[in-house]
């Protein structure tokens, strides 16, 4: 717990520092994109104005997984003819800085992520979809795109560039109750799991199931085989699958079984590393720990689904785990997994690829299990309460949802009623 | 201090990246971006860090002649014949590289791909058993959605593709949302465990 107060304030004072960088880093910007736009006022038309290359604000990531980043902008020719604000495209709280008349005002990015570019991303055919993989950017900035293209003609039409200036993004307060909501609901049940109170936490099979999978491992004389997804470490699949990576690799550790980590990131090998090395060292087998059983493949999506079947054909490991993020390979692989006889326990967000596990593997865990797991095998009572705090926001999400629907049927059901009252009463029916 | 520093880096990079996605406001909205150019510049040092693993487990293989050995030289082969005549020639069209690309990249990406057909058939194979109530149920949907999805199904029967339209747009969807939504909130919840330093599984902590 002190440890713990001490690290807080000490993110603290390292934040505002943090800050302060960013903030005299952001003045500069600001100071030289304010003195282009002054010079293009003065020249209207004037195309001989030199562009201001430290004006161009590059691309801007996206928070969330699946949503797209914002676009730096192309430069638009300059005979854009300039057309006055209107209504739609400019909120009251967004500042229109002017019309543009030079190719140095044209770098100015708006910095709101609009809805329709998430929609792009959030559809998806099942068992086809397949992530930038061939970039080393993350999957949101490879896939950006898309979006451009849909805000780009928009812009060029009206030859206009806002900078928001909003001190907060008001489409995103039901955001902010969700996260505010979770986070006393995690706070709450944290306080009370310290304070002694005991939390039931229902019996997840596949989790429960890790153990027998080790042993059974141990038994044949086999290695263990745990993929951590396809994606990045910035993608929280991945980091619940590391979670999951340091208590399978505890097992190994203590039962002196070889585990292999084959990855798709170079930084994802990386962090899986460490996490495995803290498990053999936590076990009291420093020893036993084989840093090149973790090693990295390929960034290739499907080069490193070659790879991994390479290795479950040769080395024919007893268990496997796949715990991650994945998209058209994870039937590949679980196939191949099966067809060489391993117990096979999988874990994935993703509700595309959920059925292929679901047919080709042992134990499966859906959604939002995956992300329970460190909690259900640490059974600490931290993370125990934390998980309580989320089962009570979902329950609270889940009868919002359906009083919703409800809600609907009921107008629906008024409606039907008035449309019988005025075609004649019940002879309709 | 060895897992502490790291924490810092993640409470803080957590707090910035969540100021910049409420608020719009300069100098708020740049600290995102900083912090993408940080992603990259650490993305390209991870690349070495990647290709000096391969190295040096394919080279280990090759040094100590382990079985397989000759296909480690085919892999590291490939792996320095490409980056050097992308470097040399350039990867436009028509160059050394794109034929490489071209010729024996992507087919045998498509090759990878295409094995999916077959392993979804023995998959649907076991999946579609009726074993028990619950497989029965799934075969019974299956039969109604593969051929409310055909055209032939539509010549048998006029309502095999309102069924399977029904069966695609309400339980289907339904199961699809549980999920979705119980997910999210595993995110967030992962997400706030990590930044108030509960969750340290990922540095190799309880």
Redesign the interface.
Known sequence: MY??I???I??VI??FL??SI??A???S??ISLKSSREIARVTPGNKSVAPVENAT?????S???GTL?IQPNEPVSSSITPSPVTAENTPSVVETVTSITSSAEQTVTP??SSPERTETTSESTP?TEEPSVSS???AS?AVATPGTAETKPKEEATGEKK???????TE?TN??V??VL??GF?VYF?FSAQRGTELFVRRIAGLSALDDAVGRATEMGKAVLYIPGIM?M?D?QT??G??IL??VAQKTAEYDTPIMVPTS???V???AQ??????YMRAGRPDAFRP?NI???T?????F??GVDGIMV?DEPAANFYMGCFY?ES??L???GHSTGAIQMAGT?M?SQ?P?F???CDYTL???E???A?AYL?R?P??LG??K??IC??LL??SV?YWDVYLKLQVLHLLFISLILNNGGLSII | MKR?FP??IT??AG????L????????F?????????W??V???F??????G??I??HG?RISRKTE?WPYSIILLSGVFITAILGIWKGVDVGTPFDYIFRYF?SP??ST??S??AF??A???F??FRAQSREATMLLVAAFFVMLGRVPIGELIWEGFPKIASWLMNFPTTAG????????A??????????LI???K??????
């Open positions: 440890d713990r001490k690290c807080t000490l993110a390292i934040g943090l800050f960013s903030f880093y952001a003045g910007n600001q604000i590059p691309a801007m990531p928070l969330f997984p980043p910095a709101i068992g080393p950017l993350p900035t900078i928001d200036t909003r001190w907060f993004k995103r955001m902010l969700a996260i979770l986070s995690i944290i990045d910035d929280i980091l619940a590391l979670s340091s208590y990131r170079s930084l090998m990386s962090t460490e996490v495995v090395k803290e498990s090149d090693r990295y493949l960034d290739d999506q499907f080069g689904v070659a040769r058209a039937l590949i679980a196939e191949t967000a509700p959920l292929f679901v047919a080709a859906m959604g939002e995956l992300y329970a460190s640490s600490d931290q993370q934390s998980l705090g989320r926001v979902r999400s889940y949802y | 502490e924490m810092l409470v803080i707090l910035g990246y969540l910049f996605y409420f608020i719009p406001h300069w100098p909205n740049l600290i995102g971006e900083m912090f993408q150019s992603v990259i650490i993305s390209a991870a690349i070495l860090l990647g290709v693993s391969l040096k487990v280990d397989g990249y045998m990406g990878m791909f094995l999916l392993f979804i023995s998959a649907a076991r999946a699809q949302r549980a999920i979705m939504i119980g997910a909130l595993g995110v967030v919840s992962t997400s706030i465990k990590i330093g509960i969750d599984s990922y540095l190799g902590g309880d």
